[in-house]
């Protein structure tokens, strides 16, 4: 028998990795000084946060003096559109974002729009690539900033970040990418990517929540949002989280470490996942991308004629943690975003679950999923009056 | 979140299924929505002896079914027209705010239903 609870929601956060508990563990009590003090305390804490900046440096090709610890992703996201559209303003209030991007990104770019800056949207197809062709034919010459992420939360796909960045750079426009889901997944050197600006969290990678990073290329003009102390070179205020940094910085080099092994092996389950839920659950649609470019972590369907909420709470009365893109689950009373971006009816966007999974699952836990699966979705549709009046509806 | 009861009813939903022959039947919502609740009544001198629901929704919207069916049982046909939201959202011990609409789904579809019988029963 399997054992229960089964944690299959690695897209929503990670368990902290026991290295990097033990790394961080005596910065809470013993070297607690504040980074910014200039007695030994201080000094004792400004080293651990060097090293552990040259460790992510490193694994990402930038400088030491190029990465800004924040928050986590939504700051480091904020801060790159934010801070590069308002430093840039002088040369072009025009920025380009794709529809699929978090929501850190969405809505701080409807807040630049009521500061008057005009936003225009990526177009994806039905798997969720950007369309190259579209996005050089709304590039300007007053676009000042190009946001794509590496890689989407709901529906993994891999996005072209190296071709999006040239054409931003052919038109003399910066590049962000938001790499939280990708950051120690993928290879992220921003060399090789071509990008001036990058995001990366924490908790995703098995490190500890309310750490994250932005790269910001030695150059690349941006406002600081959060004003205040020294700290960050003065770009970012606030006391330095040094402990949250130091297990940030362990998590990342574990994962980077690793990184080949942890995406075999993920891959792995997630296909056997997607092959058994398409071979044997009736009317279900993946979303997102078949194999290809696709995160290793993410499997997500949309199960015809029932709604998501009630599968995840299915689910997770038979011990299976996972997410859903209905209205239902996000507490609004639209579905997901990203599911629309893509092009899917209303009605399956309801009907959606995100499985993500990690290097510590197995595949017994996949088999007894599939079978739990199986059984949730029949019972639902036992109970949906859709699923008798399949012949009278219209589906996709 | 959903408190223990709401959770409780929707493992175990009861009046699940339809009624052949269902005197009243109501249907309310859209997929699109998100919600759609049907309900079948079996009316006999006016009261309700049977109700059964099919419904496409979250666990709230499944929760609230199986309550409102399990309350009209016995009931009058005018008594459960009198039948609100919050009655049913009271019996389940409370919904989450975001969830109060699935209620007010449940008492519409069994208005409909009780309409649904009464122009059957004019005709």
Redesign the interface.
């Known amino acids: 028998m399997v054992k229960t609870p089964i944690y299959f929601d690695h897209a929503a956060t990670t368990p902290l990795c026991k290295e990097a508990f033990d790394k961080m563990s005596p910065y809470f009590t013993q070297i607690f000084g504040n980074a910014n003090s200039q007695h030994m305390f201080g000094r004792e804490a400004v080293k651990a946060v060097d090293e552990a900046r040259d460790s992510i440096a490193k694994i990402i090709n930038c400088k030491p003096n190029e990465l800004y610890f924040t928050s986590g992703g939504t700051e480091a996201d904020n801060w790159a559109l934010r801070g590069v559209a308002r430093a840039n303003a002088n040369k072009g209030k025009h920025v380009i974002i794709s529809p699929i991007e978090h929501a850190a990104m969405l809505v701080t770019a409807k807040a630049l729009e009521k500061d008057g800056f005009e936003i225009s949207y990526m177009k994806v197809d039905e798997e969720g690539f950007v369309d190259l062709e579209h996005l050089k034919t709304i590039i300007r010459p007053d676009t000042t900033l190009v946001c794509c992420m590496l890689a989407n939360n709901e529906v993994g796909t891999i996005e072209p970040i190296k071709e999006i960045a040239k054409i931003a750079h052919d038109n003399g426009s910066l590049m962000f990418t938001d790499a939280v889901q990708a950051a120690g997944v993928l290879k992220t050197d921003v060399k090789e990517l071509g990008v001036d600006l990058m995001s990366m969290s924490g908790h995703k990678i098995y490190g500890p929540k309310g750490i994250g990073a932005l790269y910001i290329r030695n150059g690349v003009k941006v406002e600081s949002i959060l004003t205040g102390g020294h700290q960050e070179r003065m770009k970012r205020g606030g006391t330095t989280n040094v402990p949250a940094i130091v297990g940030f910085a362990e998590a990342f080099r574990i994962a980077d470490r690793d990184r080949e092994k942890n995406f075999e092996y993920v891959c792995s389950l997630r296909d056997k996942f997607i092959d058994r839920i398409l071979a044997e659950v009736p009317f279900v649609k993946l979303n997102g991308p078949r194999k290809e470019n696709r995160l290793p972590a993410n499997a997500d369907f949309s199960f015809r004629f029932i709604e998501g909420e009630s599968i995840l709470f299915s689910l997770d009365l038979a011990g299976i943690a996972v997410s859903s893109g209905s209205a239902c689950s996000s507490g609004s009373l639209e579905p997901s975003h990203v599911l629309m971006a893509l092009g899917l009816p209303e009605g399956l966007a309801h009907g959606s679950i995100r499985f993500s999974f990690g290097k510590h699952n197995t595949l017994e836990e996949i088999d007894y999923a599939v079978d739990v699966v199986k059984e949730a979705v029949e019972k639902l549709r036992a109970m949906s009056p859709l699923f008798k009046a399949q012949g009278d509806i219209k589906y996709v | 979140m959903?408190n223990e009861k709401v959770?409780d009813v929707?493992?175990n939903?009861k009046n699940?299924g339809e009624i052949e022959n269902a005197d009243g039947v109501g249907?309310v919502g859209n997929?699109?929505?998100?919600?759609?609740?049907?309900i079948f009544l079996k009316i006999e001198n006016d009261i309700i002896v049977d109700a059964k629901f099919?419904?496409?929704?979250?666990?709230?919207?499944?929760a609230t079914s199986s309550t409102a069916t399990e309350m009209v049982k016995g009931m009058t046909v005018e008594e459960a027209l009198k039948l609100t939201n919050r009655r049913v959202v009271e019996c389940l011990g409370g919904l989450p705010a975001?969830?109060l609409h699935c209620s007010v789904l449940a008492e519409e579809a069994i208005k409909k239903a009780i309409e649904d019988y009464q122009s059957k029963k004019q005709a």
Do not use: H, R, S
Request: glycine letters at 8%; proline letters at 4%; a positive charge.
């Open positions: 959903y959770m929707f493992k939903p699940v249907l997929e699109n929505c998100g919600d759609i609740m049907q099919k419904t496409f929704g979250c666990a709230a919207a499944i975001q969830k």
